[in-house]
């Protein structure tokens, strides 16, 4: 069996998570204690009880669900998963930090002070001008490209054969969801988000966060990590800091990763934080590959359990 550890990203989050790993695992709530002093707040209580506003915030939500994702690969190795049995990782978006954790090109610590810069500094962009997100349900990632060239907007995820979202400025996304909808799409549905995640918008926060990485040690990873940019695995440090920069501004590649992971010999994955939407993908990319979602004690029982 050749299985991949794949990690969410932002749009994950909900109230609760993590509590119930924290108080059944203490690998778990060591984790969280060790986020805490990082990031100089009490996270596993911002994540177990929110507020939601505060949680969805960038600069919170993306080190909160790395933690979430991270303990929950704690609790499989509580249980006696060997993680040097997984053949390699991936990630959607922030998650692909989280992936570049689990392979040991990051420490946990510097994970999560990425994250939260990364965070800060998209949240920044965002208000610095308003953007807005398409998802655009049943139409080819060609067609949806089309719209997207007309409209003036940009793909910022290539989700799966039939999901593709689009991002751009805001005041032109009503114009892209009825091209969308005249093109022959099922559905086109504007997003609840901060901004224009994954396009030229958030240039300024690319450019900020290569000045911040080029004081955070990096490795190469001890198994393949697939790049959101490129669809092809990670190579040397300093081509993981190059693309984990562009990935900010950049379309995230995730069903051709996924698509190039299976074609690599994968046939299961464990898809380790909040939520279920990787599976979800996963059925639609490649329906043959297995995918279980780990998010607190009882999943965590049971993905060990599944063949």
């Known amino acids: 069996m050749s299985r991949m550890l794949i990690f969410p990203g932002q749009g994950a989050q909900t109230v609760g998570m993590g509590r119930d790993l924290a108080a059944a695992f203490p690998a778990c709530k060591a984790l969280f204690d060790r986020a805490s002093a990082v990031l100089g707040f009490d996270l596993l209580r911002l994540c177990a009880e929110g507020p939601i506003e505060e949680l969805t915030r960038s600069c919170n939500t993306q080190p909160a669900i790395f933690a979430v994702s991270a303990a929950a690969l704690a609790a499989l190795e509580e249980l006696g998963f060997d993680r040097a049995s997984a053949a390699g990782a991936a990630g959607l978006s922030s998650g692909e930090w ?56 940009e793909v910022a995820n290539y989700n799966s054969p039939l999901q593709t979202v689009l991002s751009g400025h805001a005041d032109r996304i009503p114009a892209a969801a009825a091209a969308a909808k005249a093109a022959g799409a099922k559905r086109a549905l504007p997003l609840t988000v901060a901004g224009a995640f994954h396009s030229s918008l958030m240039k300024p926060a690319a450019d900020r966060l290569e000045t911040f990485l080029r004081d955070i040690p990096i490795r190469a990873p001890a198994v393949p990590v697939w790049s959101n940019v490129t669809a092809a695995p990670h190579a040397d440090p300093d081509s993981i800091r190059r693309l984990m920069v562009a990935q900010v501004a950049s379309s995230v590649r995730w069903s051709d990763s996924f698509a190039a992971m299976a074609a690599a010999g994968m046939d299961s994955a464990l898809e380790l934080g909040p939520g279920t939407v990787l599976a979800g993908l996963a059925r639609r990319i490649i329906p043959a590959v297995a995918v279980s979602s780990v998010s607190d004690t009882d999943t965590a029982r049971s993905a060990l359990q599944a063949p």
């Open 98 to 153: 989280a992936a570049l954790w689990a392979a040991g090109a990051v420490t946990f610590e510097d994970a999560l002070r990425i994250l939260r810069a990364r965070g800060t500094y998209m949240q920044e962009a965002c208000e610095a001008t308003p953007g807005g997100m398409l998802t655009v349900i049943g139409l080819p990632p060609d067609a949806v490209a089309r719209v997207a060239a007309e409209t003036g907007l």
